[in-house]
């Protein structure tokens, strides 16, 4: 794991077992989230420049102010677009 409040890591054998677990059970990895800390929920450049997969998902929890915010975005070649996040009751 990353030493670092700037950067986060996911154990390469533990991303590995997820998603050998998913193909196992049918399920289809829609995207990933995080929690931004100090900052906005906003994809940071190093979120950016990480982004594996094009048509994941890519969820942002900022805890910098109460409430939390939590926000959703596509990254599509380094670009960054918002899309509408819907909480179900």
Do not use: C
């Not at 997969?53 to 109460?66: E, K, N």
């Not at 070649?77 to 918002?82: D, H, M, Q, R």
Request: charged content about 25%.
């Amino acid at each position: 794991m990353a030493d670092s409040a700037k950067v986060y890591e996911i154990d390469p054998g533990v991303l590995l077992r997820a998603f050998r677990r998913a193909d196992e059970e049918g399920i289809d990895v829609l995207g990933v989230f995080h929690s931004h800390t100090h900052s906005e929920a906003y994809p940071s450049p190093t979120d950016v420049r990480q982004a594996p997969d094009p048509s994941w998902h890519y969820v942002i929890v900022s805890l910098r102010d109460s409430p939390a915010e939590l926000l959703s975005y596509r990254v599509v070649n380094e670009v960054v677009t918002p899309e509408p996040v819907r909480f179900l009751n």
